[in-house]
């Protein structure tokens, strides 16, 4: 089905524009063009009714959001599954209160364990990755954070990827979550306005 014809089938089934797309697997988020051969072949039935199945031309792929999805875009440290689950609005109309909360539930079980495992893993790369550096600031790594963060633009990318890092002989480290959330978040490192670096605030290890 070409894109045009989708466009089409969609406007046959809702001339209002105003109805939500129910897709299997999650919510349409956005579209992207590619070239047929890029990240894969696609399919579509041709003019004489057979399925094909071809890397040729070009294609267009709609992503979805599945609950999983979801709930990763809204995580972050700190946050607890409660605050996840106020995200989730049931408004149904079944009559029978006991068919209203089996689907809600059945929701909300998806969702919180989708949280935990998102949880655990980002738990234990921020525990790895604050024991290394600790043991990086022991050894003499230091830690520059660019000023432009107090500018909070949005998104902010000083609070985590425009740092400068310098191991002990003064080779910089790059700036990323790695090696730059445990120190940011732990309140194990203090923030120094100390000169050192021009334009940077410097983390000390407390």
Request: proline share 2%; glycine share 6%; aromatic share 16%.
């Amino acid at each position: 089905m070409t894109t045009k014809e989708f466009i089409k089938m969609l406007q046959e089934a809702d001339p209002s524009g105003e109805c939500h797309v129910r897709m299997p697997g999650g919510i349409p988020m956005y579209a992207e063009h590619k070239e047929g051969y890029w990240d894969g072949p696609y399919s579509y039935i041709n003019e004489e009714g057979q399925y094909v199945y071809t890397t040729q031309g070009s294609k267009v792929d709609i992503h979805i959001y599945d609950i999983e999805d979801f709930v990763e875009s809204n995580y972050s440290m700190g946050k607890t599954w409660e605050d996840i689950e106020k995200l989730f609005v049931f408004d149904l109309t079944y009559s029978i209160k006991e068919h209203r909360d089996e689907r809600a539930n059945r929701i909300l079980k998806e969702a919180k364990e989708a949280f935990e495992y998102i949880d655990k893993i980002h738990r234990d790369l921020y525990n790895k990755a604050l024991e290394e550096m600790i043991k990086n600031s022991n050894s003499g790594w230091t830690w520059f954070q660019d000023k432009k963060v107090d500018l909070n633009e949005k998104p902010n990318l000083h609070i985590y990827y425009t740092w400068k890092i310098y191991n002990k002989w003064g080779k910089d480290q790059g700036s990323n979550l790695h090696n730059v959330e445990a120190v940011y978040k732990s309140g194990l490192f203090e923030k120094h306005d100390n000169g050192v670096k021009e334009g940077y605030y410097q983390w000390i290890k407390k």
